[in-house]
């Protein structure tokens, strides 16, 4: 299917606050499979003089910033900030990009968190936010995707006897699949064929 990254956002509102900065998180964009970014969205107040020095998606487990995969793109109130450190005093919206193959074959296959590192006039703290995984008040809902195209091939083996009708025995069956996607509705045109272990019969169907 193509466009097949999935938004998330937290069924209710959860706010993480530090010593330093008050976190809530807004959305989680990420794809299963495939090479597509994980991305997080999230609010932040910050005292004054915060600034972040580094942001990681990492496992629970670990230490607080000690491991985990760091962004490759930063976004605060929607523009892009090229280096860190990034100002955090005051209200923003941050948008955290890490590398999507990185984080699904690491730092998510487990209960993972967004660890922020920071530093202020009193030295440099960490403050971890649970992205749920763990955490039996954190839950999400799948947001309906935006508009567009889906398309999916699919093929079946039979490479025993599956039919109790005597000459009939399907050997293989293929398929393809176009059409659209319309918020949660789905529509498509589908081609499926195949044939039996004999050779004499032939399906095509027209969905």
Same mark, same amino acid.
């Given at each position: 299917?193509?466009?097949?990254?999935?938004?998330?956002?937290?069924?209710?509102?959860?706010?993480?606050?530090?010593?330093?900065?008050?976190?809530?998180?807004? !959305?989680? /964009?990420?794809?299963?499979?495939?090479?597509?970014?994980?991305? $997080?969205? #999230?609010?932040?107040?910050?005292?004054? +003089? @915060?600034?972040?020095?580094?942001?990681?998606?990492?496992?629970?487990?670990?230490?607080?910033?000690?491991?985990?995969?760091?962004?490759?793109?930063?976004?605060?109130?929607?523009?892009?900030?090229?280096?860190?450190?990034?100002?955090?005093?005051?209200?923003?919206?941050?948008?955290?990009?890490?590398?999507? !193959?990185? /984080?699904?074959?690491?730092a998510l296959?487990?209960?993972?968190? $967004?660890? #922020?590192?920071?530093?202020?006039?009193? +030295? @440099?703290?960490?403050?971890?936010?649970?992205?749920?995984?763990?955490?039996?008040?954190?839950?999400?809902?799948l947001e309906?995707?935006?508009?567009?195209?889906?398309?999916?091939?699919?093929?079946?083996?039979?490479?025993?006897?599956?039919?109790?009708?005597r000459g009939?025995?399907?050997?293989?069956?293929?398929?393809?699949?176009?059409?659209?996607?319309?918020?949660?509705?789905?529509?498509?045109?589908?081609?499926?064929?195949?044939?039996?272990?004999?050779?004499?019969?032939?399906?095509?169907?027209?969905?």
């Amino acid at each position: 299917m193509f466009g097949c990254v999935h938004s998330y956002r937290p069924t209710t509102e959860r706010v993480v606050t530090g010593a330093n900065v008050r976190v809530s998180l807004d !959305r989680a /964009t990420f794809q299963a499979l495939g090479g597509a970014n994980t991305e $997080l969205e #999230l609010r932040v107040a910050g005292l004054p +003089g @915060v600034v972040l020095k580094n942001a990681t998606l990492a496992s629970s487990d670990d230490e607080p910033c000690e491991n985990g995969v760091p962004f490759i793109d930063v976004y605060r109130d929607g523009a892009v900030v090229l280096l860190p450190p990034i100002e955090l005093a005051g209200a923003h919206r941050l948008r955290l990009v890490f590398n999507g !193959r990185d /984080t699904t074959d690491g730092a998510l296959k487990k209960a993972s968190s $967004l660890d #922020l590192e920071l530093t202020s006039a009193a +030295g @440099v703290s960490c403050q971890r936010v649970p992205l749920g995984a763990d955490k039996r008040d954190v839950a999400w809902r799948l947001e309906a995707p935006d508009p567009g195209l889906l398309a999916s091939l699919g093929a079946r083996a039979f490479p025993f006897r599956t039919s109790s009708v005597r000459g009939f025995e399907p050997l293989w069956t293929a398929n393809v699949r176009e059409g659209a996607v319309l918020g949660k509705n789905r529509v498509w045109l589908e081609v499926q064929g195949g044939t039996d272990r004999s050779g004499d019969y032939t399906l095509v169907l027209l969905g």
